[in-house]
Each structure stands twice: as structure tokens, then as C-alpha cells.
């Protein structure tokens, strides 16, 4: 097995060198027998301001839901106790479920973007997080919008310059990250500042991307441009960009993110309810597109990346073989889709790791030390195989099961 083992033999170098990380701390105890040493999780696409939502109107399709549920919710963090009081619970749960690192969107206001990065913090969680820009008149409520296309990229470096001030005093870095919320909601004259700054200040990018019909249809009549050519187009696709969802993204936006290095955060639970589509996941990797994992919240439901592994081994058995042969192969995948349990726990480790740049996801010399102590959730009747014993983890693991977390060997649960 390549990122699950228990710590039996203090001699293989890989694991004398982590556990001599998370025992700067003093906290690493001994593993006990049904105990095992996994990678921390990433998750590469959380709105953190609709935590309170999580599980809410699921049912109802994506305009509406942003309209009715979302935006009223996330103009409430003008009031910066109840962003405190949401955060401190977020990044509690976050953190509970094995996530040691997030890329968070925040909402338009600083001081609670803020406040989300003092809960990371507090809690010993890696964040990479985005005040939302949104200034589109048209796309965005009167009482949740930024004022105007200056003042959304002005907010934004005002965010970073406060950012860096704050990593004065932190022992894990939290990165800002450039936020446009996605094409619909911004100004042509948005995209571009937020452009300028990403070179500007070499940041992370993210936003949504491809991730239903309507969206790419608002691209299309406004710009006569698929959306991720739009967001190419202002210099928003990088190396360091991360795009949510990419369900309908056709060959061409493949060859782009491609050559600029741009990743995917695959949110499968949010795809079956606003996508109606599934990221193919094994065409992506197979084109060497970099893949990781996210949740989603509250377009997914579930603050834990188990449950979307799952969701993405379980979505991916649909488009396999051409499951899903009324859908254009071209742009949806039909062969060879199907991924394990295996390639999930890559999403969720690896594939996010590289999305950000960050050396963590695998438990190896070098590495930072972000790790989670799982107690396996399921008996035992017969001698089994390393490979069982890390499926069965993967598929009936809940928080209760994660004992300890660590972010660079700093103890954040347990
Ligand atoms: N597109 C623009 N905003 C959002 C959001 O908050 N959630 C999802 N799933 N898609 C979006
Ligand atoms: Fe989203």
C-alpha cells in the first residue's frame, strides 16, 4: 500500500521520519492495535460561510438555490460574531473529519474572511482562503454584492496585504487566495483586476468552472465564450488556479487547463445535485489534468471527504462503459471510467497536494507531517490483506473514527 500503514517498525525511514515530526510536539502515542496512520485530507473546495446550510434545498436547481438560499446566508457575515461563531464550528468539524488542509471561499466581507483565518489558526488547519468577488449587478441581490468592479479588486489586495500581516504571527501559513465567485457574477472589469493581482502577487486562483448548463449557457450569450475561456481570456487559468467542478468541460478546456496547469477540485455529491452531470475523472488524470477532492459545502452536504470518496468511486461506476450512453461522449466520458477506492483516497491526498504546491498528502521523509490516526470502524473475523483493511477504512470511516489529527506535527484533534 502506497499511503497506508501502521507504525510498526520504527527502522523503515519514511515513518521514523514523520513520527519524529509529530513527536516535536510531544502527542504521536503509540498506535494501538486497530489503529492506523493515514495522510491528513484536502479538500479543495469549501464555502465556508454556508456551513449553517449544509443539507439545505438540495432539490432546487442552481440559480434558484444561490438566489433563495445562498446569498441571503452569506450577506449575514457583515456581522462578524456570527462569522466567528460559524468558523470556530467549520473548521472544528473540518478538522474532526481528518482535513488538515482547505481551500476556503470566504464571502465579501474582510474582517469575517479574517476571522475564518484566525479559526485556522486556532484549530491547527492549513487554509488557503478567498474573499468572494461578485460586483454583476445583474447576477448578484442589492444587499450582497460588491460595490463596484474597483472596489472588489481593491478589497481583495486590501484582503492579501492583511493576510500577510496576520502570517506574522502564525505557525501555519494561511494564503489568500484570488476568489472571482464565477463568470456569471462578475464584471468583465472584475476578471481583469483580479487577473492583474494573481500575477501581481503569484496567488492561488479559484473559482467555478464548467459546472452546469446554466452557467456555461450565461458564458456563452454574454462573452459567445465557453466560461473557461473567459476566465483564460483575463488570466485567471495558472498553475496555481483551481477550478470547481469541470463536469462539462469539453476537450479544448481540457487542453487548456492542460498547458496552464490548471486543477480540478472534483466535488462529486454537489455534481449530482447542480451538475447532473459526472466529472470523468480517469479521462482527466489519464490527460495528466491535475484532479483533487472537495466537498462543497453546502452544494455537497457532508463536511467529510470519506463520504466523497465514496460519492466519487459510486459516480464514476455510472458513466463506466457507457452507463451513461444518452450523454455526449465527446464531452462526458463513457470508457474506463470507473475509479477505486484507491484513486479517491489519490484525490483526496495527493491530487490535492499538487493542486496547491504543497509537499503533504503522502506520508514520506520530506513531507510535512499532516496526519490522521483512524481506528478502523470495522471488525475483524479472518487474517486480512493491508488492501482490505484500507477499504474497509475508506468506505465506513466517520469522525468518531478519526482519534488524532496533525498539521506539521502540531496536534489539532485528539
Ligand atoms: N456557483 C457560484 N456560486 C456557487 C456556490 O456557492 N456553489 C456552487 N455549487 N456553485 C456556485
Ligand atoms: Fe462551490
Not at 462578475?186 to 476578471?191: G, I, K, V, Y
Not at 454574454?222 to 463536469?247: F, N, P
Request: aromatic residues 8%; negative net charge; glycine residues 8%.
Amino acid at each position: 500500500m502506497g499511503y497506508i500503514d501502521r507504525i510498526i517498525d520504527e527502522s523503515e525511514t519514511d515513518f521514523s521520519a514523520v513520527k519524529e515530526q509529530a513527536n516535536k510536539a510531544g502527542q504521536l502515542t503509540t498506535l494501538k492495535l486497530d489503529e492506523y496512520l493515514l495522510p491528513g485530507f484536502i479538500d479543495l473546495h469549501v464555502h465556508a460561510p454556508q456551513w449553517p446550510n449544509a443539507g439545505v434545498a438540495l432539490d432546487r436547481p442552481l440559480n434558484e438555490w444561490l438566489d433563495t438560499y445562498t446569498f441571503p446566508l452569506e450577506a449575514k457575515y457583515a456581522d462578524v460574531d456570527f462569522a466567528k461563531r460559524v468558523y470556530d464550528n467549520l473548521v472544528t468539524e473540518l478538522v474532526g473529519n481528518g482535513t488538515t488542509t482547505v481551500l476556503y471561499f470566504g464571502t465579501t466581507h474582510n474582517q469575517a474572511n479574517l476571522e475564518l483565518a484566525k479559526a485556522c489558526m486556532n484549530h491547527n488547519q492549513r487554509g488557503f482562503i478567498g474573499k468572494v468577488a461578485m460586483d454583476n449587478p445583474d447576477q448578484t441581490p442589492d444587499y450582497y454584492r460588491d460595490a463596484s468592479a474597483e472596489s472588489a479588486v481593491a478589497d481583495t489586495e486590501t484582503f492579501i496585504k492583511q493576510m500577510m500581516e496576520l502570517n506574522k504571527t502564525a505557525d501555519i501559513q494561511q494564503t489568500p487566495v484570488i476568489t472571482p465567485r464565477f463568470v456569471p457574477s462578475c464584471t468583465p472589469a472584475s476578471l481583469k483586476g483580479l487577473g492583474r493581482l494573481a500575477r501581481k502577487y503569484d496567488l492561488p486562483v479559484q473559482s467555478h468552472c464548467s459546472e452546469s448548463d446554466w452557467e456555461n449557457g450565461f458564458a456563452l450569450e454574454h462573452y459567445h465564450k465557453r466560461d473557461a475561456e473567459v476566465l483564460d481570456e483575463y488570466g485567471l487559468l495558472t498553475d496555481k488556479s483551481v477550478m470547481a467542478h469541470g463536469t462539462l468541460l469539453n476537450q479544448s478546456d481540457l487542453d487548456t487547463f492542460k498547458e496552464r496547469g490548471v486543477a480540478v477540485a472534483h466535488c462529486p455529491i454537489s455534481n449530482v445535485y447542480f451538475g447532473n452531470a459526472v466529472l470523468p475523472v480517469s479521462k482527466l488524470l489519464k490527460q495528466n489534468v491535475k484532479v483533487g477532492l472537495g466537498t462543497d459545502i453546502s452544494g455537497g452536504y457532508s463536511p467529510s471527504l470519506y463520504q466523497n470518496i465514496r460519492q466519487a468511486v459510486m459516480s464514476s461506476r455510472m458513466l463506466h462503459d457507457g452507463v451513461n450512453s444518452q450523454l455526449d461522449p465527446a464531452q462526458r466520458g463513457t470508457e474506463n471510467d470507473a475509479i477505486s477506492a484507491r484513486n479517491g483516497f489519490y484525490l483526496a491526498t495527493v491530487g490535492g497536494a499538487k493542486s496547491l504546491h504543497i509537499k503533504t498528502g503522502q506520508i514520506k521523509a520530506g513531507y510535512l507531517a499532516d496526519l490522521q490516526v483512524v481506528k478502523s470502524p470495522m471488525p475483524s473475523f479472518n487474517e486480512e490483506t493491508m488492501d482490505q483493511i484500507f477499504e474497509k477504512i475508506i468506505y465506513n470511516a466517520s469522525k468518531d473514527d478519526v482519534k488524532q489529527v496533525f498539521v506539521q506535527g502540531r496536534l489539532a484533534k485528539g
